[in-house]
Nanobody, 115 residues
Framework: QVQLVESGGGLVQPGDSLRLSCAAS????????MSWYRQVSGKQRELVAV???????NYADSGKGRFTISRDNAKNTAYLQMNSLKPEDTAVYYC?????????WGQGTQVTVSS
């Protein structure tokens, strides 16, 4: 079955960096786009970045210039490198993929940016 497992979250100070990982299994990873979303409690989940199967990437305005999405097809893993973190980046971060018409999500990893 499809499984997505995020890791790499934590508590950091403003200006710090984090790299999130999303380990995928149960499908042919290299054939599908991967996305990162984030959600603040009480708010709607929002798209952060997406990377196509070819490696093309797009970002929400909130992360442009600071976040970089990447993938390693040999490791079946997607990454989100986050630099110059701000308190407003605090959220639970989820990775997601869509296979045919079904969306699959990981369990999320908490990122807290606070001094």
């Amino acid at each position: 079955q499809v499984q997505l497992v995020e890791s790499g979250g934590g508590l950091v100070q403003p200006g710090d960096s984090l790299r999130l990982s999303c380990a995928a299994s149960g499908f042919t990873f290299s054939r599908y786009a991967m996305s990162w979303y984030r959600q603040v409690s009480g708010k709607q989940r929002e798209l952060v970045a997406v990377i196509t199967k070819r490696g093309d990437s797009n970002y929400a305005d909130s992360g442009k210039g600071r976040f970089t999405i990447s993938r390693d097809n040999a490791k079946n893993t997607a990454y989100l490198q986050m630099n110059s973190l701000k308190p407003e980046d605090t959220a639970v971060y989820y990775c997601q993929t869509v296979l045919f018409v079904s969306a699959y999500w990981g369990q999320g990893t908490q990122v807290t940016v606070s001094s």
